[in-house]
């Protein structure tokens, strides 16, 4: 084999990558853990409480797709390792070929090391609410949610529209989605913030520069894994008929449910399901959520707000910049991390930038 294309030493340096994660993310104990729930969950009674059984069987599933996830990768290195130190010039090309797919994957999966909070792993509810600026600012919030779609097809996310509210003349006024899949809250987590725009307006006559505001919030869909009681007195639920594109109705009966928490003044809606009963129980989960992660504010200061803090989607209060003219430049103002391509990022591109807040969270130099 030509040394030029020896993968051996880059293997080697794999080896020792994925022996080093699999120390810090002290995946011996999280065998043990899983071990343990594992004889938990044959006990007799264990599901004698269907609730607690379910929180137990989530957190058993969830230990038991990492364990396996870095076991997996752990052999696929080792074993091509092995087959490169025999020297077989017939395997080099399929050696080089597995070399070069297992790179991204660790890249990736080393990634999960930076993510410290409880719920980084779960589900996301994500919301984008048109700022300063009127209609271009209501343009501005259809353009981040095309971003943020763009980038869960991209990463093989499942994404679901809750609720959506239509600007007047163009784009939208806000809109809030579910969104599925491992590590979907701790990779957006970078998100929360207020995002601005500066690029020459399509909205007016004189085509001037203008810059717009939206703010983006942030939550863990953490269904069926707490307990938050609601109490009926504490809630008023209003009813109103599902829009389509425009605002224009697209149904008769009003199956669109609007529930407001009166003791937080918490507001959730929820118009994407079928029936109104179907919509009230999703509001009711999203409503959980948004009351859990107040708690969670509550008792445990050392925790980041879930949700950021509440700031008004104007001049000042911007996370990240998106500027489309006189020049091109995506910069998050937290970790200083940049992108000289903002259609790319506009259109998905936002891994080194969800990279870069994840190392600046604990504390790493940013890229």
């Known amino acids: 084999m030509d040394n030029n294309n020896n993968p051996t030493p880059l293997l080697k340096s794999m080896q020792a990558q994925v ?73 080099a090309a399929d050696i080089i070929k597995e070399t070069e797919a297992m790179v991204p994957l660790l890249d990736k999966m080393s990634l999960e090391v930076l993510f410290s909070d409880e719920h980084d792993r779960a589900n996301a509810l994500l919301s984008i609410h048109a700022g300063a600026g009127g209609t271009d600012a209501q343009d501005w919030a259809q353009m981040l949610e095309r971003m943020y779609l763009r980038w ?38 970078s998100e929360q913030g207020v995002h601005r725009l500066v690029r020459l307006s399509p909205f007016n006559s004189s085509g001037s520069r203008e810059t717009s505001f939206a703010k983006v919030e942030l939550w863990p869909d953490i269904e069926g894994t707490i307990d938050i009681d609601v109490q009926e007195k504490d809630l008023r639920i209003d009813t109103y008929r599902s829009s389509g594109a425009g605002g224009q109705n697209v149904q008769k009966n009003e199956t669109a449910i609007r529930i407001t928490h009166l003791p937080t003044g918490l507001v959730v809606s929820c118009q994407n399901e079928r029936s109104q009963m179907q919509n009230r129980e999703r509001a009711m989960q999203v409503l959980k959520s948004r009351l859990y992660e107040l708690e969670r504010k509550k008792h445990d200061a050392e925790i980041s707000a879930l949700k950021g803090e509440n700031v008004d989607a104007g001049w000042g209060n911007q996370i990240r910049s998106y500027v489309l003219h006189p020049y091109q430049l995506v910069k998050d103002h937290r970790t200083n991390h940049e992108m000289g391509n903002s259609m790319a990022v506009l259109n998905g591109e936002l891994s080194s930038f969800m990279e870069a807040f994840l190392r600046y969270r604990i504390g790493e130099t940013s890229a």
């Open 19 to 91: 022996n080093d994660l699999i120390q810090r993310l002290n995946l011996d104990r999280k065998t043990a853990d899983a071990d343990a729930l594992e004889q938990r969950s044959m006990q007799p009674d264990f599901w004698s409480n269907p609730a607690e059984a379910q929180k137990v069987m989530q957190q058993l599933s969830g230990l038991k797709a990492q364990i396996e996830r870095w076991k997996a990768l752990e052999s696929r290195v080792n074993d091509t390792l092995e087959l490169a130190e025999l020297n077989d010039e017939s395997l």
């Open 152 to 189: 869960v097809g991209a990463n093989g996310y499942k994404v679901e529209i809750l609720d959506r509210s239509d600007g007047e003349e163009a784009g939208l006024k806000s809109v809030t989605m579910s969104i599925k899949g491992d590590y979907a809250y701790g990779y957006l987590r």
